[in-house]
């Protein structure tokens, strides 16, 4: 028997409790795996794999200074006290000897304050500081000491009129994971609601509603399985686990539903169960298949890029639409052989018309768009271009600490830094590591690095401030290595800390330091995303290539045509950008936001690591309608040969169910724009409107315009191609054709 998504469908269908049976051991298996690996395999931590100047330059650090450490700051405010009134330093003393019970227990190694000379305190004596000193490179280990911190000040108790916040890359890794698990739960939340409603209302049933949302919910389990044993081996960014949930969400409920639908439909045609199955197989699983092939290979383009978090988002995304094509090829069709007519049971609507009947709404919308189709592909396309043509202003950078809630602790106290004039990057300074012989001359460009850096300056509030604090020098003992370190005053995160940290590599240092021989390397948290932006867009070119590359040569081998591939590859491109277009009207200028009830937090700049990534799953996520709907026209083409007829077909048998779909994508990924975290509404937006646009704007109006004026022409193949396998969308076991079956109409 030869192995085809028709026979796979066929051979589950007929072995329906082996099936499901195995699937339950597999289900058990990825949950005990996740819960007891999962926690382990994820980190909070951003690490590169091609060593950049940030990473070599930590490297002569700790050579110098020893082991890596990193301040936590307490900070405390009082509203009527100063730092010399004796309650307030009772309590300074109270929470200092308090805190100190950290270090022979973790990883912190000194505590400080004023009362020590160790602390700094702002001009008004209302604000004082008190540096925790860990000693580790590890995100994760911070982020449990600044849990210990927070919970030791809760115990020893705020004094009436003070506030105390921590602020570090610890409170600040706890508050991006507080805020992704909340919105984790509020997508996941959101988006199974609305499913289930749209479900209902396009299968008119509960329990054909049911079926898809499961799948999923079985997809998801299993790819987090599969993410736990994989993070044994490789660092797993904490954000994975938003991204297998919804993406899973999104494509475990699409590709059932295409399923779902197919079969249903065969069923009303008079088929027997199994081979309605097998049909269903040969026809939706097999354009479920190429699909999910082409979102993989989509994805496995960011395996490409040096950096932890895009490996650990595609290894994530990946293992869930593998899980989900793999479900919606097995596994669905044995639960549809269970259930047989009792997919159809708890109706709430009459049965929907045969998606073959001429005079529907998609049949009327697609030979409304054909009949004129220059001014469909023109107007059309200008709206497009209208919202691509924002993307020019994309400027690329991280959401810093000042676009989190106001009420969260990390903002809290950077804020009281900010208002107490205490630099608020002190503890994610800028390092300027000399590698080599520190001559007297290297020592003057030294003392000039330092007044250059001493010459920065930002604007805060309509005053113009200095960037950094005055800078120090350190020298190790053998005179071959100097560090000349300066605090920020800002959020090493924002635009200004990375435009200067860009500006000391490509002019200040190459100025000074002409002609010495001694290498210079900037390094710090600041420096470290000046090296992310710089792979990011290093990588942009290879990216884009595989994944036109690898999608052209797919679709080309599928559908047999050298036109389709093109005209498809433009059209995704045209709707990738205008989504593009609209997260920078939304987020970044504003414009996009007030219509949008101010739902979404305003940034200076888009994350720097979402439209590469957005890039990858967008062109994968919008070719699947591309290949639902091509896959009905194809199927009639063959039958035909017209293909004005062809494509009517084919938008009047998907319409609906495209529609849909892309509903329920747009919900699942609004569910997660909806939280607070601005990385994940970035991200969430940008896949909903990606999936709005091309459902409603390509799917319906540019591919019924553009085939019906290119004809014939869409299925050009030239003659040294013809070599090529061919996959036809037509039903399997054309020669079955049984006599019709009627199928009960179930009211229930």
Known sequence: MRLSSATIARASASRPWTVVGAWIITLVVSMALAGALLGSALTTDFSFTDNPES???????????????IPELVVVTAEDAIVQDPAYSAYIGELQEALSA???????????SYLTQSGPVSEDGRTALLPVVIQTQSFGVLQEIAGEMNAIIEETGVPEGFMVRTFGNGTLNEDFTHLSEETLQRGEAIGIAIALLILIVVFGTVVAAVVPVLLAIVAIVVAFGLTALIGQMLELSFFVTNMITMIGLAVGIDYSLFIVSRYREERQRGYEKIDSIERAGGTASRAVFFSGLIVVLA??????????????????AIAVVIAAVLAAMTLLPAVLALLGDNLDRLRVRKAPADPEQHGGVWDRVGRAVMNRPWISLIASSIVLLFFASFWLRLDAGFSGVTTLPEDTPSREAYEMLTAAGIPAGAGTPVEVVVDGDITPEVEAAMAELQTAMAGFEYELDGATLPLFSPATVEQGPAGALAIVSAALATDFQNDVSTDAVATLRSEVIPETFAGLDVEVLVGGG???NVDFFDDAREAQPIVFLWVLGLSFLLLLVVFRSLVIPLTSILMNLLSVASAYGILVLVFQGGEGNAPLLGLFVQVDAIEAWLPLLLFAILFGLSMDYQIFLLSRVKEYWDKTGDTTEAVAHGLRTTGSIITGAALIM?????????GSLPALQQMGLGLAVAVFVDAFVVRTILVPSTMKLLGDWNWYLPGFLKWMPKFDFEAPAAELEPVPVPVPVDDR
């Not at 747009?666 to 569910?671: D, P, R």
């Open 55 to 69: 990473e070599q330059a930590a490297a002569l650090i700790e050579e110098l200074r020893g082991e890596t450490t």
């Open 102 to 112: 950290l270090i022979p227990e973790t990883e912190a190694v000194f505590v400080g």
């Open 299 to 316: 994805l496995s383009s960011m395996l490409f890029v040096p950096a932890s978090i895009f490996v650990s988002l595609s290894i994530g």
């Open 526 to 528: 600041a420096a470290f």
């Open 666 to 674: 747009v919900a699942v990924f609004m569910g997660f724009a909806l």
